[in-house]
């Protein structure tokens, strides 16, 4: 390679999900011809970033501050928390629906094989939460997985354990999706779900 | 949004190349969630490239030194230069072919409607090694686009107020490609470059 340091950003790019040695070469190449002020940017955005975030004490969503903006907020319903597996699912609930509980984040779902128990997800968190007569309902949004309903089920023994009552996000054909292009497995799944009318 | 930290990321990742609000978001998630040591790499290589990384003083060519480890190279043919519009066009020849002689890359392309004219290609510095009796031949290979053919015309009326010949590469049907899937430009093209056999 005829730079070292280039070959170095590179490497680094490739790190970054989706981002192949072409398209590392590619954005390598543009900071470096067209774009220094926007390069400059990510270094000190990531900087920042990398120092400043951290886990919410109480809901592990990614946060500037001890406890997030959520969790600190008094006007969302305090006895509802919805447990998800990741903040993009916080972020997708937040932008799509009116939910105005609160939530707790696994980062991850139960996963033995990889080493991924309880204390992982910080399940010890979310029992001191569901300990404190605060929670009425558990809402359990973890993906529709083998791994997500797995951990949804674990979820609802410790729940139950605590008198809380836990509910299950619905599950089925999507609204505007056409009946043939969707998979086997959802179809199935809205046939066991099936609503009497 | 609940995080300006990480907000002031993601719009500093949108700035790359072929990065949508989508995948800038899984991006910063990506490095905070799961490889924080991947993200101080990159902000290490970043800085290290900005700030080391400029062009080489003959050829433009990004390069760590003042001078690139092409044109410092005694045994590249120094009587060769082959102009291209960009440092992917060189690592691209330097890849794929046997090429041994030495470049000139322009950073873009005459284009008087965008304000790039010969001072901004750095054709003076061209001039200048076009000058010094060492060039035998230039060969072109700018892109074969309206923009890359006239500034290929403009090289070859240089070239020869210099006395020095000019070559173009070769443009037609890819190897391997099959006729019927050719744009119409490249076999129109292919057909008036044809040669007697
Ligand atoms: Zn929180
Ligand atoms: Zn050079």
Redesign the pocket.
């Known amino acids: 390679m005829f730079s070292r340091h280039v070959e170095s950003l590179i490497e680094a790019l490739k790190a970054l999900p989706g981002v192949g040695p072409r398209s590392a070469q590619r954005m390598a190449f543009h900071i470096l011809e067209r774009d220094r002020s926007g390069g400059e940017q990510l270094v000190r955005s990531l900087s920042a970033a990398l120092e400043k975030v951290g886990q ?6 990614l ?1 500037d501050d001890d ?6 907020n008094p006007r969302r319903e305090q006895g509802l928390v919805c447990v998800v597996e990741s903040p993009a699912d916080v972020m997708a609930i937040e932008q799509a629906t009116a939910y105005q509980g ?2 707790f984040v696994l980062l991850g779902h139960l996963s033995p094989l990889d080493g991924i128990g309880p204390e992982e997800l910080g399940l010890d968190l979310l029992e001191s939460r569901l300990g404190d007569g605060t929670v009425e309902e558990l809402i359990l949004a973890t993906n529709p997985t083998v791994e997500g309903e797995a951990t949804a089920s674990y979820l609802t023994d410790i729940a139950r354990a605590h008198g809380v009552r836990t509910s299950r996000i619905a599950h089925g054909v999507p609204i505007g999706g056409e009946l043939e292009y969707v998979d086997g497995g959802t179809l199935s799944h809205a046939f066991q779900g099936r609503i009497q009318l």
């Open positions: 919410c004490g109480r809901c592990r969503m946060s406890i997030c903006g959520i969790c600190r609160l939530y």
